[in-house]
């Protein structure tokens, strides 16, 4: 059964700095890219980061470029989101998800097959 | 940039009612990039469709999803009681991005 566990979240400062991690289990990390998204109270869900399969290329939402970094560890099947220089608008539930792309024909398909079930960051004094 | 405006922005039905939620993009989507996910408080989102209308694994025949181009829907044909949660649209082109979610509540 595929698993995904997020933690590390919790209460920081403005300013202050925070790993998450999301642990998976139940499939082959290395063989997949993955994202983390996030939900902030009373809104929809948004796309943060993601990074592929070996780690060798990651992408970031203007939001969080230059301030988050996501990386993964495939011996520990970890997947990670370093965030720094916080602010109050990061405040959300951060759930980490896999990436599923594969072709059939002509045809390729990207989504999001599996999901964690989050882990709350609060930016506040 | 592509946005994805969903309609309503809240439904509000009675169990055994057919659902039907909108998802119109600004500019065209392949129907390859677009799928649906379920989300309830506390829960993880739940896949319901990929490729605009391919259900995910374990997903009862009571959603479908259809639309090319620009306009996409998702159909619940008969609203069970764990039905009522958020659905959010998602086109994953070069860059993921969701819709702002339609909330399914009970009338």
């Known amino acids: 059964e595929v698993q995904l566990v997020e933690s590390g979240g919790g209460l920081v400062q403005p300013g202050g700095s925070l790993r998450l991690s999301c642990a998976a289990s139940g499939f082959t990390f290395s063989g997949y890219w993955m994202h983390w998204v996030r939900q902030s109270p009373g809104k929809g869900l948004v796309w943060v980061s993601r990074i592929n399969n070996d780690g060798g290329s990651t992408y970031y939402a203007d939001s969080v470029k230059g301030r988050f970094t996501i990386s993964r560890d495939n011996a520990k099947d970890t997947l990670y989101l370093q965030m720094n220089s916080l602010r109050a608008e990061d405040t959300a539930v951060y759930y980490c998800?896999?990436?599923?792309?594969?072709?059939?024909?002509?045809?390729?398909?990207?989504?999001?097959?599996?999901w964690g079930q989050g882990t709350l960051v609060t930016v506040s004094s | 940039e592509i946005l994805l405006p969903q309609s309503p922005g809240t439904l509000s039905l009675s169990p055994g009612e057919r659902a039907t939620l909108s998802c119109r993009a600004t500019?065209?989507?392949?129907?390859?990039?677009l799928a649906w996910y379920q989300h309830k408080p506390g829960q993880a989102p739940r896949l319901l469709i990929y490729g605009a209308s391919s259900r995910a694994t374990g997903i009862p025949d009571r959603f479908s999803g259809s639309g090319s181009g620009t306009d996409f829907t998702l159909t619940i044909s008969r609203l069970e009681p764990e039905d009522f949660a958020v659905y959010y649209c998602?086109?994953?082109?070069?860059?993921?991005?969701f819709g702002g979610g339609t909330k399914v509540e009970i009338k």
């Open positions: 500019q065209s989507v392949s129907s390859s990039y």
């Open positions: 998602q086109q994953y082109d070069s860059s993921p991005l």
């Open positions: 998800a896999r990436d599923r792309r594969y072709c059939s024909g002509p045809n390729c398909y990207y989504y999001f097959d599996y």
